[in-house]
């Protein structure tokens, strides 16, 4: 149980919270016309007259939209529609040219689904997924540029976006962190949307509200627009913490959009958008229902990926991961394909998946950086890995080549020779340097055969610094064992 | 001899093929009529020197043997149709200024066939009315006069401008669109051909939205064998507009060779509409007599939903109208009035750029959406259109066209039917029903009322059989031969 | 059915339009008489009526995912009321 429960003066409440994620399609065009769809360039340069709403312009859908929306769909474990309907969403806004936003309203291309959240106490809890609607993004304004103008910039104007709705099961910021990271996850194994939120590519509504254990759903407050997970999970401590202060002070919670506040870590009210919306939602006489067929839902089922699910069972059932390992290798898809690529390289899952976690991961999170820009390939993290097997160098020594490796790109075969690192596995060498050892220690020696035996690591301690760490232990041991007697 | 601006569009085409004359000459007089019909108002932007440049590429053509189906001929443009470098401004102060940057798909056809712009023709405002008096460019006068009565009368609209150049010989035809009846019925009342085709037949990109579900491009021709031209011209599917329909445009003009015998004729039984003058409803007796004597076989059949059409029609217009129109917001283009607000700007550049009619319309369909009433409004009227269309698809399983009459009286008064707009939209109550169900409708004069003013008579058709309707408003046509002329004539 | 001054000056809100008290009185007993006369269609018996959006009875038409329109900066401003920097300009927005 990973609920946050907030003790009240007045008993324990329970906190309610489901997410309204907007995930931009991956297309190279907008949903309904031909400009680019990319990211960051010249104002108004992406932009075509039907984005810019030109007088007798019209809409016609992008295949590869639907195509990831289904996808997305099949993903999420949900319901496709075979019928969608194209609305209108009407209001007034700078960045909104038309006037409304073409989306979906009653009916949505997908329906009823459920994602799998991996909770940080290993445990996994199911979401409800409500429904995912195709529909186009605004514009952007621009605030900061003059005194008492705003700009408007309409190259994201008619992007397309998934807007993916979940059912209110989530009961703190952390689930609902968990929840993120794990769609994130999914929508980038499908590559249909690249989750990238400092670029705007996936932002997140939340609905928050509080109730007594047992009672009915409390009024929600919409927090809008929260462009992190770490936020997300701040906006909604807070924003369960003021509900539950302002119903103990004798308040009540008007349902209202409320803004995250990411420099002082609080929510606000949008008086802006106090005034009643009232969106006269009706199909877009512009287009007609979107139809999809057996054979279309079928093509992409069969080209679906191996999504994180059922590949952590896979890691688990065929490398004998542990659960938690094989969470943290699946949570991003590269980590996963670099992880398998080591196990190729290395012909040993288990090393690979401790080299990949322990040492990789601290190497990048250290230098801030992501499994694509390791410095270590995959391939040559798996040679290594299987120098350590072959007995060539010793589990300590490899961490010595790993960090060399990380520091100038060499393969480890070329750092291991050129500091005379291979293991010493000669028998007659490893038994001059004990020889050494006993008859510089006699003292130590009298000690360890009148019983003292804690002195053994003494003299495996005093064996490995004599050979520099390159003697192999297991020799060592054996031996010694048998010089002491 | 008639003069150039008196012939037909098929007669000029003639006469251009055989070098009787040049483009040049043929645009040269009709740009000569439309200074003479200026009184009129047909037009609100004249585009001589454009029409002139046009016709004598189209002489150059011509020269060259690669002449296109309409190439030389002078047309009005109605100004709803989006004219590259040209001000277009659909009858509005909110597009005030507004020069597009590009050109609507069925224009593009037509000058791709060769044909000549004239100028933009006056519309009602956002092609919103009946009579043509919404206009922010002004009231567009009617050539005609009834007998022994001076007084200016209405071309009918929404395509007045396009209908009174038509008529007064401005031009040798001119583009139309129909919501509700926006081609048929000022067609009826100046006595000229108006199709509306089917819709999805014509694109509508390009073509400023007013209903987008019931817009239709259509040609407005002196006779029926002009429209079935045009209408080849204009027809065809166009990837940009998601509502086109794919299928190939049939030789329309050869289709009017064609026999109508044997073919039923469906008079639907609830057309006779209390009130209905009796100069209607004879006319409309004489158009079955007509139709009959051609071999035709006259139906009863039942639209029992139609009387609801007109209202029916009033929510759902209105609803998409207030959504079309709200990228009018003095940001993009058009008219800005500013405001210490965005939403001042808008509310003031809104107001002051919409008129009246257009306000009352927006106002209609922001209700029939809005939160509580867009079931009771809005979704009961997508059903009863249902209905509708159902009532013509089950009559077309008796009859192969339908006859009534176009509209429920000849022209009137400019100034009257203004107090009461439910009286104005009694107007379209017979053209209203072909939008709603999508099929294509066809006016054409069959006589003149007592007040020697023109009546027209409708032919109803199958979805995409545009060339059945043809074939059977050309038998009318030649069974009235209708040649009463109004009392202005330019180029006379 | 009567529509008060109250419930058009709502209306004429949500669609943006600055309307006079003179012509909210006029609005509201011409939206009068208009939904008096369309509250006939309440007395129609639609059954099981489909609603319909569309006389088009086709696929909706899909594009391909290609590139073929923008870099028209120049288009898109040039009939803008007030333009800066590549930028249509309104008054600011406070949110």
């Given amino acids: ?485 | 001899m008639t003069s150039l601006t008196g012939l037909t569009m098929a007669a000029a085409l003639d006469g251009l093929a055989k070098k009787e004359f040049s483009s040049a000459e043929l645009t040269a007089a009709y740009v000569k009529a439309m200074e003479q019909a200026r009184h009129l108002n047909a037009y609100v932007t004249e585009t001589p020197d454009q029409a002139l440049a046009m016709a004598q590429a189209s002489d150059a053509r011509r020269a060259k043997g690669e002449a296109g189906a309409m190439d030389g001929v002078p047309l009005g443009v109605k100004d709803l149709y989006c004219t590259k470098g040209v001000l277009t401004t659909a009858g509005s102060h909110i597009l005030d200024g507004f020069t597009p940057t590009y050109e609507s798909t069925v224009t593009q056809k037509l000058w791709d066939a060769g044909a000549v712009m004239l100028g933009k023709t006056n519309l009602d405002e956002f092609a919103m009315g009946s009579a043509n008096i919404t206009s922010y460019y002004g009231k567009v006068e009617s050539p005609w006069r009834k007998a022994g009565d001076n007084r200016p009368l209405v071309p009918g609209g929404s395509s007045g401008g396009s209908a009174a150049a038509v008529a007064a010989h401005a031009a040798i035809a001119a583009t139309g669109t129909d919501t509700g009846g926006s081609i048929r019925q000022p067609a009826a009342y100046t006595g000229i051909v108006g199709l509306k085709p089917t819709y999805g037949r014509c694109s509508r990109w390009g073509i400023i939205a007013y209903a987008s579900s019931l817009d239709q491009a259509g040609p407005m021709t002196r006779d029926v064998t002009d429209a079935a031209i045009m209408m080849g011209v204009m027809a065809g599917f166009d990837a940009k507009d998601s509502t086109s329909v794919d299928i190939a445009v049939p030789d329309y003009r050869a289709a009017l060779e064609g026999s109508v015998k044997g073919l039923r004729v469906g008079i639907p039984k609830e057309y006779r509409v209390e009130g209905m003058p009796a100069e209607i409803e004879q006319q409309w007796q004489q158009g079955i007599e007509w139709l009959k004597a051609a071999g035709m076989e006259p139906v009863e059949v039942s639209l029992p939903h139609t009387q609801h059409a007109l209202a029916t029609y009033y929510i759902i217009a209105p609803a998409e109208a207030s959504s079309n129109l709200a990228r009018y917001d003095g940001v993009r283009y058009g008219l800005r009035v500013e405001g210490d607000s965005l939403d001042k700007l808008y509310e003031n550049s809104r107001a002051a750029g919409f008129g009246a009619e257009v306000k009352l319309r927006v106002l209609i369909g922001t209700y029939v959406l809005s939160a509580g009433y867009y079931d009771a409004y809005y979704l009961k009227a997508q059903k009863i259109r249902t209905l509708i269309a159902e009532d013509f698809r089950k009559a077309y399983e008796q009859c192969d066209v339908i006859l009534t009459p176009t509209s429920p009286s000849a022209a009137f008064a400019i100034g009257e039917k203004m107090d009461d707009p439910v009286a104005m939209y009694m107007q379209d109550v017979f053209t209203v029903p072909a939008n709603l169900a999508g099929i294509p409708g066809l006016a054409v004069p069959a006589g003149l009322s007592a007040d020697g003013l023109p009546l027209g008579l409708q032919v109803l058709g199958k979805a995409f059989d545009e060339e059945t309707v043809l074939k059977v408003g050309r038998v009318i046509e030649k069974a009235a031969a209708f040649s009463a002329r109004p009392s202005f004539l330019a180029g006379e | 059915m009567s529509m008060d001054k109250a419930t058009v000056a709502n209306i004429a809100r949500l669609a943006r339009l600055k309307l006079s008290d003179d012509e909210l009185d006029l609005y509201a007993r011409e939206l009068s008489g208009i939904f008096g006369w369309i509250e006939q269609l309440q007395a129609v018996d639609t059954g099981d009526a489909e609603p319909m959006s569309s006389v088009v009875e086709r696929l909706l038409p899909e594009r391909e995912d290609v590139v073929t329109d923008g870099g028209i900066q120049e288009d898109v401003l040039a009939n803008a009321p007030d333009a800066a920097h590549g930028y249509y300009v309104v008054p600011k927005v406070v949110e």
């Fill in chain 1, 1 to 485: 149980m990973s609920g946050l429960l907030i003790e009240g003066s007045t008993g324990t409440w329970e906190v309610v919270i489901g997410l309204e994620v907007h995930a931009q399609v991956t297309s190279n065009a907008k949903l309904f016309s031909g400009a680019s769809a990319e990211y960051g360039a010249e104002p108004n340069s992406q932009v075509s007259l039907v984005d810019a709403a030109m007088p007798g312009m019209l809409p016609v859908i992008n295949k590869v939209c639907v195509d990831q929306a289904i996808k997305t769909g099949l993903g999420l474990n949900a319901v496709i529609n075979r019928t969608s309907v194209f609305a209108r969403k009407n209001y007034f806004y700078a960045d909104l040219p038309q006037g409304y936003q073409i989306s979906q309203y009653e009916k949505p291309i997908v329906g009823e689904g459920v994602v799998l959240v991996d909770l940080p106490d290993g445990s996994t809890k199911e979401v409800g997924i409500e429904r995912l609607h195709l529909e186009q993004d605004a514009g952007k304004s621009l605030h900061d540029q003059h005194p008492t103008r705003s700009y408007i910039d309409l190259n994201r104007s008619g992007v397309a976006l998934m807007e993916i709705v979940s059912r209110p099961d989530l009961r703190s910021g952390d689930e609902a962190a968990a929840y993120l990271t794990k769609l994130r996850a999914i929508l980038r194994y499908l590559g249909t949307c690249d989750g990238n939120m400092e670029e705007g590519s996936m932002r997140c509504d939340a609905n928050v509200s509080v109730r007594k254990a047992g009672d009915p759903l409390g009024t929600r407050c919409e927090i809008k627009n929260v462009n992190s997970i770490r936020f997300v999970k701040q906006a909604i401590e807070y924003e369960a913490r003021r509900q539950v202060e302002l119903i103990e002070e004798g308040g009540t919670i008007n349902q209202e959009t409320r803004l995250f506040d990411s420099r002082q870590g609080v929510t606000r009210s949008m008086r802006s958008k106090e005034h009643a919306h009232d969106y006269r939602y009706f199909p877009d006489p512009d287009l007609l229902p979107l139809v999809l067929t057996e054979e279309r839902i079928e093509t992409i089922r069969q080209s679906l990926p191996e999504l994180p699910d059922a590949k952590k069972q896979r890691f688990m059932e065929a490398y004998g991961l542990s659960a938690y390992d094989a969470g943290v290798l699946v949570a991003e898809q590269e980590t996963s394909g670099f992880y398998e690529q080591v196990v190729t390289a290395s012909g040993d899952a288990k090393l690979a998946a401790n080299w990949v976690i322990t040492e990789l991961f601290g190497q990048l999170n250290a230098a801030g950086k992501s499994i694509g820009d390791s410095p270590v390939s995959a391939e040559a993290l798996g040679k290594m890995i299987g120098l350590i097997k072959d007995g060539t160098i010793s589990g300590r020594i490899a961490k010595d080549v790993f960090a060399e490796m990380v520091a100038s790109g060499k393969d480890a075969e070329i750092i291991i020779e050129e500091k005379g690192l291979r293991q010493v596995s000669d028998t007659g060498a490893i038994e001059k340097v004990i020889d050494d050892v006993i008859a510089a220690n006699q003292d130590k020696v009298a000690e360890y055969k009148s019983g003292k035996d804690k002195l053994f690591g003494f003299f495996v301690g005093q064996v490995m610094k004599a050979s520099q760490g390159k003697a192999n232990p297991g020799m060592v041991n054996d031996l010694l064992k048998a010089k002491l007697g």
